[in-house]
């Protein structure tokens, strides 16, 4: 192994923890933002597979739908 080489690899081996510790704040000091993130990406999903299952099914009418919410 070169010097250079030996350097390079040290000052990973630094940044690690620094990397590390600056990650963990900002999970920490932007909890909420993820969560939303994560929330957002879970009703994408959910409604990908309604939308897909859906595709297979009966076309209902528009006063057949608002008459369900009225139960």
Do not use: C
């Amino acid at each position: 192994m070169t010097y250079k080489q030996l350097m390079l690899n040290l000052q990973v081996e630094e940044l690690k923890p620094l990397l590390k510790e600056a990650l963990h704040e900002l999970l920490m000091q932007e909890r909420s933002w993820i969560l939303d993130l994560f929330y957002e990406a879970m009703e994408d999903v959910a409604m990908a597979k309604a939308i897909a299952e859906g595709k297979d099914s009966e076309n209902v009418g528009r006063d057949e739908i608002f008459e369900l919410f009225q139960r």
